[in-house]
C-alpha cells in the first residue's frame, strides 16, 4: 500500500526544460497524458505519442529519471518511479510581422514553454511536493495579496 504523504525520506528528483519551442496548450495535452503515472509506463506513452512535444518530454522524463538514480543508487529502473508533478508554464513569445495587403503588418506571435517534471518513489499529489501555496499561486502577484485579504474578512 503506497503512502499518500511525503515523508523526510522521501526521494523527489526534477528536471526543468526551458524555452522549447512548442506552445503551452500543445505541450500540455502531452504532459496531461503522464501525470500520475509510473514513469516506465509514462516514458512508453511517450516514446509512442503522436503529438511533437511528445519527444521533448520523453527526453525530460529520461533526465528527470537519471536524476533520482544519482540521489539514490538503491534504484534500479524507472519502474520504481511515480511522475508526481509535471507542469508546463509560458515562456518567452517571439513578435513577428508578416507583410499583408496594403502595407499593413500582420502580428505574429511565436510561444515557447517552459516544461518541469518531478519524480518520486512515492505516489504523492503535486499539491504535496509544490514549493508555493496554492493561495498565493497566481500569475498576477497584485491578486494574490487581494485573495489573501478576502481569505481573512
Known sequence: MANTTPQADTLIARAILRDIRHTPQKARRVVDLVRGMRADEALNVLKFAPQAAGSDVYT?????????KAKNPAIRDASELW?????????????????RAQGRGFRILKRSSHISVAVSDVKA?????????????TRNPKRADDSAKGATK
Open 83 to 99: 511522475v508526481v508533478e509535471a507542469l508546463v508554464d509560458e515562456g518567452r513569445t517571439m513578435k513577428r510581422f508578416r507583410p
Open 125 to 137: 499529489t503535486s499539491k504535496s511536493i509544490s514549493r508555493t501555496s496554492t493561495k498565493t499561486q
Open 60 to 68: 525530460l522524463l529520461n533526465s528527470a529519471v537519471a536524476n533520482a
